[in-house]
């Protein structure tokens, strides 16, 4: 843990693995068998559950709760206050640890501000999620998603720009093509 920076309020159980160039700030707690990448920020009040996992490179702002089942790809944003969500129905007084659902966060995907993701779902790659939104269905790699329920209101680039008829980045000149109802980039 040479490269690794952790604040000295965040508390790291042992056994949680956490990456080079990973960067843990104020307030957080990380459980034992979290796995964290190389090059995450954990912004302040940050917690990653036993068994929740990110990827490379992903940044997860302030007052974020990463619960066990949550699997998060490389070069995730998590904006700040946004919820992830792990048993379908919860009750206080019944147990349903052993119905955790797995939510399936792909490559590049950016979840905004106050978003709720309940559990179960998959966010494919590249997806944006607006502010506020909450995501009850399974979301199509780079659809962007907005309002409660969260509908598809568009697509976006790789780079997160909102495309428009053309499908050609307003940011990168890159091209993507529509089939069958997905998005994909003309280079793949």
Request: glycine share 10%; net charge positive.
């Amino acid at each position: 843990m040479d490269k690794i920076t952790i604040h000295e309020t965040a508390i790291v159980d042992k056994g949680a693995k956490i990456g080079d160039g990973t960067k843990i700030w104020h307030f957080c707690h990380v459980m034992s068998t979290a796995e964290i990448g190389e090059n995450c920020v954990l912004g302040q009040n940050v917690f990653i559950g036993n068994k929740a996992r990110l990827g490379n490179n992903v940044k997860v702002q302030n007052n974020v709760s990463v619960y066990e089942g949550v699997v998060c790809e490389d070069e995730v944003f998590l904006g700040p206050s946004m919820v992830f969500t792990n048993v379908i129905n919860p009750r206080s007084g019944v147990n349903r640890k052993n119905e955790f659902k797995i939510t399936h966060v792909k490559k590049g995907v950016t979840i905004g501000a106050n978003a709720t993701i309940v559990c179960g779902v998959t966010l494919g790659n590249y997806c944006f999620i607006g502010a506020g939104a909450v995501v009850t269905k399974n979301v199509k790699p780079y659809a962007l998603m907005t309002g409660v329920p969260a509908r598809q209101t568009g697509w976006v680039s790789r780079s997160g720009n909102v495309l428009k008829e053309d499908y050609i980045c307003p940011e990168t000149d890159e091209k993507y093509i529509l089939i069958d109802g997905f998005l994909k980039p003309v280079t793949e």
